[in-house]
């Protein structure tokens, strides 16, 4: 299995810009994916491929890396962004991170 | 516009097959490309890949749960199916059925549904 490693929490303020990474235990090319999930809800994506934003998500996200380190940046960041992140990869069987919840202060 | 919509028997007990129904519209599993998968998620942690059905009907599981494990399709009913054998109390969770955008290596799961909640016990 391809484990992927996420920190557990970040705390930041309305206004500034955050980066939450994702570091995969082998080269998954750009095979990488973000997802979002607000509390009680279900997940929903926010990039693809690294790099790709999806359709009707705001451009304050976006997404970088190649290989084995991965970025999820968002700039700047909303009340509403209070959520837990996790990346996936496909580039074998699939698998997620532990997620990083973001809170604001 | 793609939904995607779970159900499930709600609890059952250990050592019986739990067996998910994921009933979609906006896309069909009979159009090349097009793929379906099913992903847990215990309360209070993180997801967990079963696995893909594909519009071929090429089935991938995850490894450590194969044995266990059976997903299938119903094109004609805009429906896709996991069989899940001898569950215990490990198998209480949250399970999504998401449509997969992509084929082969570069593919991810783009529009999930809402989820229905599984509860093994005794």
């Known amino acids: 299995d391809t484990v992927l490693t996420q920190s557990p929490a970040l705390a930041v303020s309305p206004g500034e810009r955050v980066t939450i990474s994702c570091r995969a235990s082998?080269?998954?090319?750009?095979?990488m994916h973000w997802y979002q999930q607000k509390p009680g809800q279900q997940p929903t994506l926010l990039i693809y491929?690294?790099?790709n934003l999806e359709s009707g998500v705001p451009a304050r996200f976006s997404g970088s890396g190649s290989g084995t380190d991965f970025t999820l940046t968002i700039d700047p960041v909303e009340a509403d962004d209070t959520a837990t992140y996790y990346c996936?990869?496909?580039?074998?069987?699939?698998?997620f991170g532990a997620g990083t919840k973001l809170e604001l202060k | 516009q793609v939904t995607l919509k779970e159900s499930g028997p709600g609890i059952l007990q250990p050592s019986q097959t739990l067996s998910l129904t994921c009933t979609f519209s906006?896309?069909?599993?009979?159009?090349?490309?097009?793929?379906v998968g099913w992903i847990r998620q215990p309360s209070g942690k993180g997801l967990e890949w079963l696995a893909n059905?594909?519009?071929?009907?090429?089935?991938y599981y995850n490894p450590s749960l194969k044995n266990r494990l059976t997903i299938s399709k119903d094109t004609s009913n805009n429906q896709a199916f996991l069989k899940i054998t001898n569950v215990d109390t490990a198998d209480t969770a949250t399970y999504y059925c998401?449509?997969?955008?992509?084929?082969?290596?570069?593919?991810?799961?783009?529009?999930w549904g809402q989820g229905t909640l599984v509860t093994v016990s005794s």
């Open positions: 906006g896309f069909s599993l009979s159009t090349y490309g097009m793929g």
């Open positions: 059905i594909w519009w071929d009907d090429d089935k």
């Open positions: 082998e080269s998954v090319s750009t095979l």
């Open positions: 998401a449509r997969i955008m992509g084929y082969g290596g570069p593919y991810w799961f783009a529009y």
């Open positions: 996936q990869q496909s580039w074998n069987d699939p698998t």
């Open positions: 491929l690294a790099s």
